[in-house]
Each structure stands twice: as C-alpha cells, then as structure tokens.
C-alpha cells in the first residue's frame, strides 16, 4: 500500500489469526458520497483525507463463527480513529467501502450498521472518461465515526492541513 493506510490482522483469544482489515485513501470521487456529506468539489479537496476507505476485508476461510464478521468490522471501526490520528496526525470521520454486487450482497455491512449509497457508475479508481464502464457496479456503503461528522467533515480546513500546505 502507498499512502496512509493501517492494516489489522485479527486473532482469536488463543492466537489463532482469524481475519485481516486494510484502510486505506478514500476514493477521489464518489458522487453517492459527496452528496451523502454535502461536499462541493473545493471542500471534497480540502477534506478527504478525513475519509478513508476499507479496501480489504478478508475472513480466513477456515474460519467459521456466525455473526464475526459484523462483529469485527464494528470491534475495528471503533478503534480505528484512535490508530489512525497518532500515525498520521489528523482525524478520521467517515469510512467507506465498495462491495461488488455481482459477487457480495452487503450482509456484513449492513449486519454492522452500514449505510448503503447506492451503486457506483462502473468506472474504476482511476476509471476512463465519464460514462464509460471499466469495471463491475458496486454498492457504496459509509459508516460515520462520529455523530458529527458532516459538520466536521463541511467545516473549514483544520490547522494541521493548512501547516501542510506547499509554500
């Protein structure tokens, strides 16, 4: 992974490793998402790197416990503001996540109090020209870090991305 990113390798109480979470730079655009925060194209600029995004998440396929999955997702989320500031100095209020609806169907998502966007257009990180498919619809799903996050996410740029700017 290039960028900011935490990885988590989850094991049970007796050692065993059990799933794996990575998070990592928020997608640049996301129209369901924009909308969601209320992000005109300046602010989205000035405050994406408050949203980040679950680009992996894996239960190891031995792995057979009803209900772990929504249950580590959550465990993970409720600490990932908490790793994610020290490391990098700013915060995190938002998580997003793209699950491919040819494949998945958004169960642990949902099961872990995810909110569900709507689909993407098709077109990938770096995708192709607007309007051309590049890859397979997925569903949109946020999890808000905190009870304020619009108001954090639409406030001006905090101190610490201003000192961070290039002269």
């Known amino acids: 992974m290039v960028g900011e990113n935490l990885k988590y390798l989850v094991q049970s109480r007796a050692g065993q490793e059990v799933a794996c979470l990575l998070f990592g730079a928020a997608a640049w655009q996301s129209a369901a998402r924009d909308r969601f925060i209320g992000w005109s194209a300046a602010r989205r600029a000035e405050g994406l790197s408050q949203v980040v995004n679950n680009s992996r998440f894996l239960i190891l396929p031995w792995v057979k416990v009803p209900g772990l999955a929504s249950h580590v997702l959550s465990r993970a989320l409720r600490r990932l503001n908490a790793d994610w500031q020290p490391k ?80």
């Open 88 to 167: 990098y100095g700013h915060p995190v209020w938002l998580v997003e996540t793209f699950v491919d609806r040819e494949r998945f169907a958004g169960t642990v998502c949902r099961a872990a109090n995810w909110q569900a966007l709507g689909p993407t257009r098709g077109r990938g990180r770096q995708g192709p020209a607007p309007g051309v498919r590049s890859t397979s619809i997925k569903e949109i799903f946020v999890c808000p870090l905190h009870r304020h996050f619009r108001q954090r996410l639409q406030a001006a740029p905090p101190a610490w991305a201003l000192e961070n700017q290039p002269a």
